[in-house]
């Protein structure tokens, strides 16, 4: 929108809200350019004090910038003229009391207890939740613009207490089960957390080992497991269901009243791997209009009858837009995973639920990949020759459909065949041989993974190998990406099937808007640019990276290099921070190759490459080993990493006794691989010089890992900067 359109917009705004207010109406019609928009809305500047206005949870207060990084503050909306930035705004409770009155009797939120049956939540019994846990905060002291921290694994009370915080009028706030009881403390103080929820007595001694130094913190609650009560402040998930059902709605309601579409009701800390983490600010309005963009993009959700697995950590803004705002829209039933999901129980999970919709993260994508390639290994000569043919036709099929999607006659169809289609696939000959191979191979492969229902399957939080991408797509499972930060809440592109490409990030979500700073072209290659209502409101009490996030047009600078191209397909090639200038000048983004490299490794972990102001480039590698219980990587390598070192010669089985003795067999195998990318290499300055096996796998308990499972860098480079000093001595 131009400053020109935003002059009128705000006029015509003013014009209703002298009306509305001289009239006490509850409705103002907005005229946003072209079209009238309703909205709820008593409309306030900031600074004025917000009781006087009481028409919440959906209205709007009006400020005078786009950016506010103070408790309390409101921005405006880019609400636009048509298309899915027009959507009227809606809070989170006005969304979960809409579903609550469309879909009362149906199941919301599904937990397995003890007894070995999932029991199921309806979304009148979720709304009844939430408000009597809203109303046990407030009783025990949450004030406005303070937050409610959750930490612990995904479960209907980690659910209830997010939500509930926001409907007490304060900030809810996820804290990762990984992080230290000092992590805990910064996010637990930047926040002004009144209360902190737990799941069990590892999280509880946490916070209680700081909660003297915690000048805002009232209460602790505790959801799981034996609850010491006699601890003062403590409480156990029961006490403030008892709590909050003796308490009357009326302080409640009238909170409710106070909140707007356009004020803060979500942090979002944002992993800290540079200086210590930074609140994210997300507005209801940045959380659900992503949510309904998402949806729209989808087109063929369909309410009551969807499933969903609940695993990934809610702290990230992924998962909680995913798991909490996407199915609570939709009428989605969530399942909560195991706690040790990403330790090796999804799996089972998966096949006893049967989600209609995955997200995965590259990991877990990963995981499955080596599951498969380890059955394949193990099947018969006949078996064996049937995957392959199967392999083939599925990648013909997939490949045509995505072509097609792109191409002008057929941009847009649905995903069921048309007459062309089917024509066409005919005369290739591959319609028939793809649904004998559905039949023979595909169909089995779904089930043993519990993703035979599953219609939609999405990586996101990180870069996924072409090639993997490629591999499951051959075997009927097309995984399309979707790119996102915490400061765009979440998602700020999608593809769907079969409009996809296997090694873009996704395709740009409706409504919002894209550019590329640094780059002559319009699509780039430059720094992505983003703006729209997923946008962030800035970070919390920080106005000095607000200011460096997001510039004085709204356009928020994400820090990742990419390009578009004419389909609208957004495709990075890295982040700002993590290119690496060689001594000649040249610069190059790590992931590409560190992804051909496994490529041509499958038996590597993690691949990091390094040379950064160096002459040439080196790599870092791990070996696949196993893991204990508590996802610590052991020295023993793990099953199909043993059996390639057994069939190079080597007698080794552990990752230590490979890299004491620098195994002859091994470190050649390694440097052939490492050759073969080379070739792939587009200049000699992106060649591989020296490389070194580390003495230990990767993981979030030994610090290389996010809590998504993406590389920390910075982790890596200074746990590991003798060796790569090593590589640069003359």
Same mark, same amino acid.
Request: hydrophobic fraction near 40%; glycine fraction near 8%.
């Given at each position: ?10 006029? +015509?705004? #003013?014009?209703? @809200?002298? /009306? ?5 109406? &509850?409705?103002? !019609?907005?005229?946003?350019?072209? =079209? ?96 009597? +846990?809203? #109303?046990?905060? @407030?009783? /025990? ?5 303070? &937050?409610?921290? !959750?930490?612990?694994?995904?479960? =209907? ?574």
């Amino acid at each position: 929108m131009d400053a020109e359109s935003e002059q009128k917009q705000d006029a +015509i705004t #003013k014009k209703y @809200l002298d /009306l509305a207010i001289l009239s006490d109406a &509850s409705t103002v !019609i907005v005229e946003n350019g072209e =079209e009238i928009v309703k909205v709820n809305s008593m409309h306030v500047p900031n600074g004025t004090d917000p009781q006087k206005y009481l028409n919440g949870p959906d209205q709007i207060i009006p400020a005078d910038s786009y950016i506010s990084c103070s408790p309390g503050g409101y921005v405006k909306l880019r609400i636009g003229s048509r298309g899915p930035s027009a959507e009227p705004p809606v809070s989170v409770p006005g969304l979960l009391n809409r579903m609550a009155i469309r879909y009362p009797n149906e199941a919301a939120l599904a937990t397995k207890k003890n007894d070995g049956k999932w029991h199921k939540l309806t979304y009148k019994q979720y709304q009844v939740n939430v408000r009597t +846990i809203a #109303k046990a905060f @407030l009783k /025990l002291g949450l004030e406005r613009y303070h &937050s409610v921290c !959750i930490l612990g694994f995904n479960s =209907e009370q980690w659910y209830i207490a997010d939500l509930a915080a926001i409907h007490a009028g304060g900030y809810a706030a996820g804290i990762y089960t990984t992080n230290s009881a000092e992590a805990c403390f910064h996010c637990l103080e930047t926040s002004r957390a009144n209360i902190c929820a737990v799941q069990d007595k590892k999280q509880l001694e946490k916070i209680l080992s700081i909660q003297s130094r915690l000048k805002h913190l009232k209460a602790i609650v505790q959801w799981e497991g034996p609850v010491d009560t006699s601890v003062p402040g403590v409480y156990s998930w029961e006490q403030l269901m008892e709590m909050g059902s003796k308490e009357p709605d009326t302080q409640l309601d009238n909170v409710l009243k106070t909140i707007a579409v356009n004020e803060c009701c979500t942090l979002v800390y944002t992993s800290g791997t540079v200086g210590p983490p930074k609140a994210v600010m997300l507005s209801h309005d940045n959380l659900i209009w992503d949510t309904y963009t998402v949806g729209e993009r989808l087109r063929d959700i369909r309410p009551t009858n969807e499933r969903l697995i609940s695993y990934l950590p809610l702290s990230h803004v992924a998962a909680q837009v995913v798991d909490i705002y996407i199915t609570l829209a939709n009428a989605v039933t969530v399942y909560f995973a195991q706690p040790d999901a990403l330790k090796g129980s999804l799996i089972e999970t998966l096949k006893e639920v049967r989600p209609t919709r995955f997200l995965g993260v590259p990991r877990v994508w990963e995981k499955m990949y080596e599951k498969i390639m380890a059955v394949g290994a193990s099947s018969g000569g006949l078996k064996k020759s049937i995957a392959v043919w199967a392999k083939e036709k599925g990648t013909q099929h997939h490949l045509a459909r995505m072509n097609g999607a792109f191409s002008a006659d057929m941009r847009g169809l649905p995903i069921d065949f048309t007459l062309c289609e089917m024509i066409n696939y005919w005369q290739e000959g591959t319609s028939c041989g793809y649904k004998l191979a559905k039949s023979l191979v595909f169909n089995k492969v779904r089930d043993n993974l519990g993703l035979d229902k599953c219609l939609t399957f999405v990586t996101a939080a990180a870069p996924l190998s072409p090639d993997i991408k490629k591999f499951f797509m051959s075997l009927d499972i097309p995984i399309v990406d979707a790119f996102g930060m915490s400061e765009a809440a979440g998602a700020h592109t999608l593809s769907v099937y079969p409009r996809f490409r296997l090694d873009s990030s996704g395709e740009v979500l409706d409504g919002t808007e894209t550019k590329f700073e640094g780059s002559a072209s319009i699509n780039g290659p430059g720094e992505i640019l983003m703006r729209g209502r997923h946008v962030f409101m800035g970070y919390l009490n920080d106005e000095e990276k607000t200011k460096a996030a997001l510039d004085d047009e709204g356009w928020l600078h994400s820090g990742d290099v990419g390009r578009l191209d004419s389909q609208n397909q957004l495709y990075i090639t890295g982040r700002i921070k993590e290119i690496l200038i060689t001594a000649g000048g040249e610069n190059i983004a790590p992931v590409l190759i560190e992804q051909v490299v496994q490529s041509e490794l499958l038996h590597v972990g993690y691949a990091v490459l390094v040379g950064d102001r160096r002459k040439f480039l080196s790599i870092l590698l791990t070996l696949k080993a196993k893991v204990n219980s508590a996802g610590d990587p052991l020295d023993e390598l793990d099953t199909e990493a043993r059996k390639w070192v057994a069939s190079l010669g080597s007698k080794a089985t552990t990752v230590s006794e490979i890299v004491r003795t620098k195994d002859p067999a091994v470190y050649k195998a390694i440097e052939d691989g490492l050759a073969r990318a080379n070739k792939q290499a587009i200049s000699n300055a992106q060649k591989i010089q020296k490389f070194a096996i580390l003495p230990a796998d990767f993981s979030m308990n030994t610090g290389e890992l996010g809590p998504t499972l993406k590389i920390k860098r910075n982790v890596v480079y200074e746990k590991y900067k003798d060796i790569i000093e090593g590589f640069y001595k003359e």
